[in-house]
């Protein structure tokens, strides 16, 4: 620890008491690396404030004394954002103290959270209330509602809801000065120029730290269904969904994966069992729910449009019989992630393509990667409806994966990322750019976007206090041709 880091410690020890700060080794140790076990940092010291005037002061010095702060929620991030730089320039700044949910009225359909506040904590303060808060993903039970902000979280509610965007209706943060900017309030129109709650969203902690924010709830559900069919293609399954939204608005997750994940899940997650009898190329989970207790029960309404389906679009389909089933369909979605890294070395890409291409996309650009790199195996699942799936690229069987991610991995993803490009996609759809795209966001990015995305770092954060080397740096990055 530098003198400056030292003195910084300290002080917030003196002033903010034992809870505030530690630089005990083995309490640090876990959160060095991300989740996938891709990145690691050093941090000499894990700052842990316990209100906003408290982020507010931490910011201040670390401005003053020049220390750079890393912010970090549940630490689930998938690109690398929360995990510090290997130097140990850097603080690590938890918000998981700060976890109250400080309103939530079922009259205004708005909860106020704090920071650290997890997700699933929300969820069910929602639900108590009779109402939902709309946004899950497997990570539920360690994700806070600043990190699902400050990525600008997607999951699987967003084909109904949107993305985290359109869920914050007020954001309450602390810039990197160390000033207090209170955009909390929920106001439906407010035309004050700048929209800083908008530009904080996303901006993977590199603007500001997210002290709290006002989320809209959405009401509770009378009834829910959950189908899991069988087909043949994802250009079938997206023709599925577009059948079904003709026949209902009541369809809230489409999600897909083909039967090699699905087998992944099974072979790597106990009490995982396959829905179908047989197995199919490909498998979508779908989700049916209504909030109005008189409107036909959602379990009828999929058997009733799933039906003629079975003629031609699906090969098999079954509704879940019970909660219970159907929470176990939903786990195996939610498992994903999980068989995945369990599964070996893979590179993983968060994509997106115009809807309607995606199928494409799956089926040629899979097989494109597998001719290119023999011998690994290429995989895309999720997030269909929304034109937003992951596409992993397996590594051969028997590499070193250290020497092959360091070797192959930049040059698969390179293709990858340029087949997206050409296809006129994104490189990050939902898990933002954090350290791992960071350079492949400069190499593809125009000047335009990377000029714009620069200017507003270097005016909000023109000493780079806020997780430096995340999202953009300050200086042209040296990637660009
Ligand atoms: P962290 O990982 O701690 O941080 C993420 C980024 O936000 C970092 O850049 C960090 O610096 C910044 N940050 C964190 N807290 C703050 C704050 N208070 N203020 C400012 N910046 C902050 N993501 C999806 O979008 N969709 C999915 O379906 C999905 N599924 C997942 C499933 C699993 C099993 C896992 C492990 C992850 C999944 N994720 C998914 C990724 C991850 O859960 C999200 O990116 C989530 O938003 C991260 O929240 P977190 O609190 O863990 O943030
Ligand atoms: C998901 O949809 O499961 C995630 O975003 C996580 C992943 O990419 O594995
Ligand atoms: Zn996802």
Same mark, same amino acid.
């Given at each position: 620890?530098?003198?400056?880091?030292? &003195?910084?410690?300290?002080?917030?020890? &003196?002033?903010? #008491?034992?809870?505030?700060?530690?630089?005990?080794?083995?309490?640090?140790?876990?959160?060095?690396?991300?989740?996938?076990?891709?990145?690691? %940092?050093?941090?000499?010291?894990?700052?842990?404030?316990?209100?906003?005037?408290?982020?507010?002061?931490?910011?201040?010095?670390?401005?003053?004394?020049?220390?750079?702060?890393?912010?970090?929620? @549940?630490?689930?991030?998938?690109?690398?954002?929360?995990?510090?730089?290997?130097? @140990?320039?850097?603080?690590?700044?938890?918000?998981?103290?700060?976890?109250?949910?400080?309103?939530?009225?079922? $009259?205004?359909?708005?909860?106020?959270?704090?920071?650290?506040?997890?997700?699933?904590?929300?969820?069910?303060?929602?639900?108590?209330?009779?109402?939902?808060?709309?946004?899950?993903?497997?990570?539920?039970?360690?994700?806070?509602?600043? %990190?699902?902000?400050?990525?600008?979280?997607?999951?699987?509610?967003?084909?109904?809801?949107?993305?985290?965007?359109?869920? $914050?209706?007020?954001?309450?943060?602390?810039?990197?000065?160390?000033?207090?900017?209170?955009?909390?309030?929920?106001?439906?129109?407010?035309?004050?120029?700048?929209?800083?709650?908008?530009?904080?969203?996303?901006?993977?902690?590199?603007?500001?730290?997210?002290?709290?924010?006002?989320?809209?709830?959405?009401?509770?559900?009378?009834?829910?269904?959950?189908?899991?069919?069988?087909?043949?293609?994802?250009?079938?399954?997206?023709?599925?969904?577009?059948?079904?939204?003709?026949?209902?608005?009541?369809? /809230?997750?489409?999600?897909?994966?083909?039967?090699?994940?699905?087998?992944?899940?099974?072979?790597?997650?106990?009490?995982?069992?396959?829905?179908?009898?047989?197995?199919?190329?490909?498998?979508?989970?779908? /989700?049916?729910?209504?909030?109005?207790?008189?409107?036909?029960?959602?379990?009828?309404?999929?058997?009733?449009?799933?039906?003629?389906?079975?003629?031609?679009?699906? @090969?098999?389909?079954?509704?879940?019989?019970?909660?219970?089933?159907?929470?176990?369909?939903?786990?195996?979605?939610?498992?994903?992630?999980?068989? /995945?890294?369990?599964?070996?070395?893979?590179?993983?890409?968060?994509?997106?393509?115009?809807?309607?291409?995606?199928?494409?996309?799956?089926?040629?650009? #899979?097989?494109?990667?597998?001719?290119?790199?023999? #011998?690994?195996?290429?995989?895309?699942? %999720?997030?269909?409806?929304?034109?937003?799936?992951?596409?992993?690229?397996?590594?051969?069987?028997?590499?070193?994966?250290?020497?092959?991610?360091?070797?192959?991995?930049?040059?698969?993803?390179?293709?990858?990322?340029?087949?997206?490009?050409?296809?006129?996609?994104?490189?990050?759809?939902?898990?933002?750019?954090?350290?791992?795209?960071?350079?492949?966001?400069?190499?593809?990015?125009?000047?335009?976007?990377?000029?714009?995305?620069?200017?507003?770092?270097?005016?909000?954060?023109?000493?780079?206090?806020?997780?430096?080397?995340?999202? $953009?740096?300050?200086?042209?990055?040296?990637?660009?041709?």
């Amino acid at each position: 620890m530098t003198p400056v880091q030292n &003195q910084l410690v300290e002080t917030v020890l &003196q002033r903010f #008491g034992p809870k505030a700060a530690t630089t005990d080794a083995e309490a640090i140790a876990p959160w060095l690396s991300d989740w996938r076990g891709r990145c690691h %940092g050093e941090a000499p010291a894990l700052l842990s404030p316990g209100s906003t005037e408290e982020v507010a002061a931490i910011v201040g010095l670390a401005a003053e004394a020049g220390v750079p702060l890393v912010p970090q929620g @549940g630490n689930t991030g998938m690109v690398g954002g929360a995990t510090p730089p290997a130097d @140990g320039s850097a603080l690590l700044v938890s918000l998981r103290r700060m976890n109250r949910i400080r309103a939530l009225s079922p $009259v205004s359909n708005l909860a106020v959270a704090e920071g650290g506040v997890i997700l699933a904590d929300l969820r069910a303060a929602a639900e108590d209330a009779g109402r939902r808060f709309p946004m899950d993903l497997g990570a539920r039970g360690s994700a806070t509602i600043g %990190g699902l902000v400050s990525t600008n979280a997607g999951g699987t509610q967003v084909l109904r809801f949107g993305t985290m965007r359109s869920l $914050v209706a007020g954001v309450e943060a602390v810039l990197p000065d160390g000033s207090i900017h209170n955009g909390i309030a929920a106001l439906k129109k407010d035309n004050r120029g700048y929209d800083l709650n908008q530009l904080l969203i996303g901006a993977e902690g590199t603007l500001g730290i997210v002290t709290a924010a006002t989320l809209r709830l959405v009401p509770g559900i009378a009834a829910r269904a959950v189908a899991w069919v069988g087909v043949e293609s994802p250009a079938k399954a997206l023709d599925l969904l577009r059948m079904l939204e003709g026949g209902t608005n009541a369809v /809230e997750s489409f999600e897909i994966l083909p039967e090699k994940t699905l087998e992944l899940v099974l072979r790597h997650v106990p009490g995982t069992r396959r829905p179908l009898a047989t197995a199919h190329d490909w498998h979508v989970l779908i /989700e049916a729910v209504t909030t109005d207790p008189a409107a036909e029960a959602p379990a009828a309404l999929l058997e009733r449009l799933l039906a003629p389906a079975l003629a031609g679009l699906a @090969g098999d389909a079954v509704i879940a019989a019970s909660e219970a089933q159907a929470e176990d369909f939903w786990r195996i979605r939610h498992s994903i992630s999980e068989a /995945e890294r369990a599964g070996g070395p893979a590179l993983q890409h968060d994509i997106s393509v115009p809807v309607e291409d995606m199928p494409r996309f799956m089926v040629e650009g #899979g097989a494109e990667v597998e001719a290119r790199f023999p #011998g690994t195996e290429a995989v895309a699942y %999720g997030h269909l409806g929304d034109g937003n799936v992951h596409f992993h690229v397996r590594a051969p069987r028997g590499v070193d994966p250290q020497a092959w991610y360091a070797e192959d991995g930049p040059r698969i993803s390179r293709h990858v990322h340029d087949m997206v490009v050409a296809a006129g996609g994104s490189i990050s759809a939902e898990h933002g750019i954090g350290q791992m795209k960071r350079d492949e966001l400069a190499r593809l990015s125009a000047p335009s976007r990377m000029t714009a995305l620069r200017a507003i770092k270097a005016a909000l954060d023109p000493h780079n206090i806020l997780n430096p080397g995340k999202l $953009v740096t300050l200086a042209p990055d040296a990637a660009r041709p």
